[in-house]
């Protein structure tokens, strides 16, 4: 079962729609945000 599978089977039929949302928010509040612009960057070649 995925994050967001398992997130919505938690919530209330009128918030399950916005797990579509919360996990497009990941980058923003994660700690390891700036691991993937690095490694984001290192794909680009910049």
């Given at each position: 079962?995925t ?40 794909d680009?070649?910049?």
């Amino acid at each position: 079962m995925t994050l967001r599978r398992s997130l919505s089977a938690k919530l209330p039929p009128p918030l399950k729609p916005l797990t579509q949302f919360i996990y497009n928010y990941w980058w923003s509040w994660t700690s390891e945000r700036g691991s993937l612009f690095r490694v984001l960057a290192a794909d680009s070649g910049v």
